[in-house]
């Protein structure tokens, strides 16, 4: 497959959307959204002053933005303008937007803030949230007590919506009739943002292999949980390099399984599916440039 990586001027491209006229825009961890052209010339567009996360695009062209730190954010390409859609979370992720312009997104925890996500990893509150903003503004809980509220997506046709739950690597899925069930359980890693793309499947970034240590941690003792995630970060259990995303389809069945060279990039936190090139981001970026690597697909 073709392979590349593209340096964003900015650590951790977390995740990626692509705009109708081909633009892909990102976010990085000084709170810049950057603009990649075709021709992978990188600018940048906004600044949010937060931590943009999930990006998504809204019918009036303008950017959704999951700010981790300021919440749920209106983003103007060209002008730069911010409007406030939803605050009141603690770690505000991704997002998927229905026709009608209804917003459903993920607050990870009511505990642990971004800085703390590995805490979130292994003490496992459950106390992330999914939620809907209609377009009349008002915010509604759909589901609570999640594993570590992740990436969203909505099916194709619009009849669910689909949380990733990275701590308990599965994907639940939220019937807009009120019935919850899974899309998927028991993933071979640690699921990020998912996207519905334009095939029709939802694709999920798994960020990190299944690790043995972190689920025996997750089953241990609050206490040790707790005191594991205050050692130094560098005695902590950490994401093995992986680069790998999967497709699945309304029925959960799998479509795709696709992995790659992990020495340039690695830690794929966001992933969409676009004409058939998969674009890809990350928390984690090579040295101190954010990445974006393009597989051709098909």
């Given at each position: 497959m073709d392979f590349r990586v593209i340096a964003v001027p900015g650590h951790g491209a977390e995740d990626v959307v692509v705009a109708p006229g081909g633009s892909v825009f990102t976010g990085s961890e000084d709170g810049v959204i950057h603009r990649v052209a075709s021709d992978g010339r990188v600018t940048a567009v906004a600044n949010t002053g937060g931590r943009p996360l999930g990006i998504e695009l809204l019918p009036?062209?303008?950017?959704?933005?999951?700010?981790a730190r300021r919440g749920l954010l209106a983003v103007d390409p060209s002008s730069g303008a911010i409007e406030d859609l939803a605050g009141g979370m603690r770690f505000?992720?991704?997002?998927?937007?229905?026709a009608d312009g209804t917003i459903y997104f993920s607050d990870s925890s009511t505990v642990h803030t971004i800085d703390r996500?590995?805490?979130?990893?292994?003490?496992?509150?459950?106390?992330?949230?999914?939620l809907r903003r209609t377009p009349d503004g008002a915010v509604t809980v759909l589901r609570d007590r999640l594993?570590?509220?992740?990436g969203v997506a909505l099916a194709s046709d619009e009849s669910?919506?689909?949380?990733?739950e990275t701590a308990a690597r599965t994907v639940a899925r939220h019937w807009l009739t009120g019935r919850d069930d899974f899309l998927v359980e028991g993933l071979p890693g640690y699921p990020d943002n998912i996207a519905r793309g334009s095939d029709g499947l939802i694709w999920v970034s798994i960020a990190s292999p299944r690790d043995p240590v972190v689920e025996r941690l997750q089953r241990s003792p609050v206490?040790?949980?707790r005191l594991i995630t205050r050692i130094p970060k560098s005695l902590q259990p950490a994401p093995r390099r992986t680069v790998r995303v999967q497709a699945y389809d309304n029925d959960g069945r799998l479509v795709h399984d696709l992995t790659g060279d992990s020495t340039q990039f690695h830690m794929v936190t966001g992933v969409r599916e676009h004409n058939g090139?998969?674009?890809?981001?990350?928390?984690l970026?090579?040295?101190?440039l954010a990445a974006l690597p393009v597989w051709a697909g098909r």
């Open positions: 009036d062209g303008r950017l959704l933005v999951c700010d505000c992720n991704n997002a998927a937007v229905a996500w590995r805490a979130e990893m292994v003490e496992v509150t459950r106390t992330g949230r999914l594993a570590f509220a992740n669910f919506v689909a949380v990733a206490w040790i949980r090139r998969i674009w890809m981001g990350s928390l970026a090579c040295g101190d």
